[in-house]
Every structure is written in C-alpha cells, then in structure tokens.
C-alpha cells in the first residue's frame, strides 16, 4: 500500500487527540491567579500586622516558598501541576517547586554529591541568565538615560 502525504495527514489527525487549549489555558490562569490572591493576602496580613512594605514582601515570599516545597515534598503540587499545566509556574512557587524537586530526586546520592550537586541542575541557568539579563538592562538603562 502506498500511503500518500495526504493520507499520512488524515490518518495521523484522526488518531490524535482533540487539543484542549481553551480549557487548559482557562485552569491555567485560574490556577495561577489564585496563587497570586494568596500571596496578595498574604502580603495584606503581614501589612495589617504592622510590617513595613519590605519586610511583608520578604516574608510573603518566605510563606510562599516553603508552603510550595511542602507541597512539592508531599507529592501535592505534581498532581496539582498535572492538572492546572502552566499556571503552577508562578515564578516564585514554580521557581520553589523546581529547586525542591531536584533535591528530592538526588536524596538518594547523599546530600554533598546527591542534594548539593544537583540542587542547582534547574535553578542555576534561572540565576545565570537572570542576573546576566539584569547587568545587560542596567547597562542599557545607564546609556539611555544619561
């Protein structure tokens, strides 16, 4: 049977699963929407308590950061990634979820070569490349507005 690039293409659509993008993207947001309310509330108790706008901010990430690496240790937020795709990638808990997941995985090899080697496997081009992008912007920040 000689199977023409036509065919391939209907044969192919037809055995691939109908895209769910409108309603994947609609949890995505709701998920990382509500992330963001929490921390906002989080922020607005800390202020209410009397901190400063700083030190409510540091601790609101603080919160953030651990809660999310519970989660992530309990085996919680993959099952709440598988469900809500991109809107777990709030980059504070996302950022969490990736060091703490690299952690776990690497347990087994010890923590110097195991933990203390591999912890950085997914963080560490975040930090490279931020930090690059921060030194290019304020190069080119420094230029034009002088």
Do not use: H
């Not at 607005?44 to 609101?60: C, Q, V």
Request: hydrophobic share 45%; with cysteine.
């Amino acid at each position: 049977m000689n199977i023409t690039p036509q065919m391939y293409s209907e044969m192919s659509e037809k055995a691939s699963p109908k895209s769910k993008a409108v309603s994947n993207s609609v949890t995505a947001f709701c998920v990382g929407g509500s992330i963001c309310v929490i921390g906002q509330l989080l922020l607005t108790a800390f202020l209410s308590y009397g901190m400063d706008r700083t030190t409510a901010g540091a601790w609101t990430s603080i919160v953030l950061v651990g809660f999310s690496a519970l989660l992530t240790g309990a085996g919680l937020y993959e099952k709440l990634a598988k469900r809500a795709g991109a809107g777990t990638l709030v980059p504070i808990t996302g950022f969490s979820n990736a060091v703490s997941s690299a952690a776990i995985e690497s347990k087994s090899e010890g923590f110097v070569l195991g933990v203390g080697t591999k912890i950085f496997t997914i963080a560490g081009p975040v930090i490279l490349y931020g930090c690059t992008a921060s030194v290019v912007y304020g190069v080119l920040y420094y230029l034009f507005t002088r």
